[in-house]
C-alpha cells in the first residue's frame, strides 16, 4: 500500500511540475525550480508562477480532492457505487442560482457565486427536509433529489428561455461546463477552509461510517445514531460540493470516477481508500486542466474534458472487473 501511494504521490508532483511550465508562456523545469527556490532573476517567472499558475493548480487540486471526498463519503453513506455528490440537487441548484444571477443580479462574480451558493445550500436542505418523513431514509432522500432537482432545473430552463440569446444565455452556457480561468488566492483559501472543516469532521466519522457500511439495523445494535451520522455526513460533503460549484462552475465525474479509482487501484472497498480518492481526484483533474488549457488555441470549458475521461475511465473499469 505504501508502494502505491508513493507512486501516486509521485506522479502527482510530476503533473503539478509540468502544470507550472505549460502554458502560452512556456517554462522550463530548471526555471520554475529557480523560481520555488527563489534563485530566479526574472520577474516575469515570479508573476506567471506565483501570480497564474500556482493559485490556478491550487485550486484545481483542492476542487479535485474536495469532489472526489464527497463522493466516497455519499457512496459509503448511500451504500451505493453509482451515487454522485449531485444526487440530493446541489448541482442543479447551483445551476439555477448562477443563472438566476446572470439574468436578474447583473451577473457579477459576488452575485453569481453567492446565488449559486444559497440556491445549492436550499435545495439539498429542501430535499432533507422532505425525506424525514419517508421509512426508508436512503431511499427518500435519492427520491426527493430527483424530485427537488427537476424542479431547480425547470427553473434554470424557463430563466434561459427568457435570458437574452447574445449575451445571457452563452454566459450561462459556458458557467454551467464550468473552468477555473477566473483562479485566485481568494478563491483557494474559501474552498482551503471548508475543505479543511470536511475533513476533520469527516474523520471524526470514520468509525461511524465504517460501522453503518455493515447496514443500518448491525449499526444501531452497535450504538450508532444512523440518522444523526447520515445527515452529519452528508450536509458537510454536500456543503463543499456547493462551495466548489459556486465558485467554479459544474466540474463533471470527478465525485463519481475517483473513488471507484481508488478502490481498483487499492483492491480495498472501504473507508481506507477516501485518501487515495482525494489524490486520484486531484490528480485527473489536474490533468484535465492542465490539457484544457494547453492543447487548444483557446481555453476548453473543464467539464468538456472530465466528462470525456471520466467515460473513458469508467469503461476502463467496467472491463476489468468481475462483477
Not at 506567471?48 to 463519503?73: D, E, F, K, Q, W
Not at 439555477?96 to 436578474?104: D, L, T, Y
Request: aromatic residues 8%; contains cysteine; charged residues 10%.
Amino acid at each position: 500500500m505504501r508502494k502505491k501511494t508513493l507512486f501516486v504521490g509521485s506522479l502527482l508532483i510530476l503533473c503539478i511540475m509540468m502544470a507550472l511550465s505549460l502554458g502560452r508562456y512556456s517554462l522550463s523545469f530548471k526555471e520554475v525550480l529557480e523560481v520555488i527556490m527563489g534563485t530566479s532573476k526574472e520577474s516575469l517567472h515570479y508573476t506567471v508562477v506565483y501570480g497564474m499558475r500556482l493559485p490556478r493548480i491550487m485550486l484545481v487540486l483542492l476542487c479535485g480532492s474536495g469532489l472526489a471526498l464527497a463522493g466516497h463519503t455519499y457512496q459509503v453513506v448511500f451504500r451505493n457505487p453509482l451515487v454522485s455528490p449531485d444526487v440530493l440537487g446541489v448541482s442543479a441548484g447551483c445551476s439555477f442560482g448562477a443563472a438566476f444571477a446572470m439574468v436578474f443580479l447583473g451577473g457579477g462574480l459576488m452575485a453569481i457565486g453567492g446565488m449559486s451558493f444559497l440556491c445549492g445550500i436550499v435545495v439539498v436542505s429542501l430535499t432533507m427536509l422532505l425525506a424525514r418523513r419517508m421509512r426508508n431514509k436512503t431511499l427518500g432522500l435519492v427520491l426527493w433529489g430527483i424530485v427537488t432537482s427537476s424542479i431547480a432545473s425547470s427553473g434554470l430552463m424557463l430563466i434561459k428561455y427568457g435570458a437574452d440569446p447574445y449575451k445571457q444565455l452563452p454566459a450561462i452556457e459556458f458557467w454551467l461546463m464550468g473552468g477555473f480561468y477566473q483562479a485566485s488566492w481568494q478563491q483557494v483559501g474559501a474552498i482551503g477552509l471548508i475543505f479543511s472543516i470536511a475533513i476533520v469532521s469527516l474523520y471524526l466519522l470514520r468509525w461511524k461510517l465504517k460501522v453503518m457500511m455493515l447496514g443500518d439495523e448491525a449499526a444501531h445494535v452497535l450504538g450508532v445514531n444512523v440518522k444523526a451520522v447520515r445527515y452529519g455526513a452528508l450536509s458537510v460533503a454536500t456543503f463543499l460540493v456547493a462551495i466548489i460549484i459556486s465558485l467554479v462552475g459544474l466540474v463533471s465525474w470527478i465525485g463519481l470516477i475517483a473513488p471507484h479509482l481508488a478502490k481498483l487501484y487499492t483492491k480495498k472497498e472501504d473507508l481506507s481508500c477516501m485518501t487515495m480518492a482525494m489524490v486520484l481526484g486531484s490528480l485527473v483533474l489536474l490533468i484535465a486542466d492542465t490539457c484544457a488549457r494547453t492543447l487548444f488555441p483557446a481555453e476548453l470549458p473543464i467539464s468538456i474534458l472530465t466528462s470525456f475521461m471520466g467515460a473513458i475511465l469508467l469503461a476502463i473499469i467496467l472491463l476489468q472487473s468481475k462483477q
